[in-house]
T-cell receptor
Framework: QQQVKQSPQSLIVQKGGISIINCAYENTAFDYFPWYQQFPGKGPALLIAIRPDVSEKKEGRFTISFNKSAKQFSLHIMDSQPGDSATYFCAASPSGGTSYGKLTFGQGTILTVHP | DTAVSQTPKYLVTQMGNDKSIKCEQN?????MYWYKQDSKKFLKIMFS???????INETVPNRFSPKSPDKAHLNLHINSLELGDSAVYFC???????????FGPGTRLTVT
């Protein structure tokens, strides 16, 4: 059962454009929502993360928007660059209990930024 | 300096063999994980250890046995390898108080 659904599966954006990737979750116990960036042949790298006490978090060109009532969160990449071309994963985990730190990942989005 | 390292990077072996993957972190973290990434790039948690104690044990065949000799190391031993075990295995680590998980470079296991 897929608890975190990510869309789109792939995304093509022109340089300078905005890339938007969406995720929806089901488990209301989730309260930590990170995004990871993975380049071919490399491990996932933590990009940015949010807790449900805020609706938006921005770090440089990367912004997470969080809608607790809709159980949705999204990643916005402003001024997308060819170097941003990678696979992006959203994830979610609870903060307590025996499932602490158990990240559930979305299916991934392959982002291609054309020069 | 490598934060989370894994050895080997590539592992090619035949069905039925037993193999091990090693992970080390120099971040001072107290929790370590094993994840499996399949051919469709889907990432799924397998195990987690906190201070050498097994915390998370997902529905993984008992041919997979993790071992944590100390907080900085987490190894994964796989017995009687099967074709379906072919995947990329990632180690990750975090501090319990922090949530941020840092991943290693992965070990690509190919079972022929």
């Amino acid at each position: 059962q897929q608890q975190v659904k990510q869309s789109p599966q792939s995304l093509i954006v022109q340089k300078g454009g905005i890339s938007i990737i969406n995720c929806a979750y089901e488990n209301t116990a989730f309260d930590y929502f990170p995004w990871y960036q993975q380049f071919p042949g490399k491990g996932p790298a933590l990009l940015i993360a949010i807790r449900p006490d805020v609706s938006e978090k921005k770090e440089g060109r990367f912004t997470i928007s969080f809608n607790k009532s809709a159980k949705q969160f999204s990643l916005h990449i402003m001024d997308s660059q060819p170097g941003d071309s990678a696979t992006y994963f959203c994830a979610a985990s609870p903060s307590g209990g025996t499932s602490y730190g158990k990240l559930t990942f979305g299916q991934g989005t392959i982002l291609t930024v054309h020069p | 300096d490598t934060a989370v390292s894994q050895t080997p990077k590539y592992l090619v072996t035949q069905m039925g063999n037993d193999k091990s993957i090693k992970c080390e972190q120099n971040l001072g973290h107290d929790t370590m994980y094993w994840y499996k990434q399949d051919s469709k790039k889907f990432l799924k948690i397998m195990f987690s250890y906190n201070n050498k104690e097994l915390i998370i044990n997902e529905t993984v065949p008992n041919r997979f046995s993790p071992k944590s000799p100390d907080k900085a190391h987490l190894n994964l031993h796989i017995n009687s390898l099967e074709l379906g075990d072919s995947a990329v295995y990632f180690c990750a680590s975090t501090m319990t108080s922090n949530y941020e998980q840092y991943f290693g470079p992965g070990t690509r296991l190919t079972v022929t």
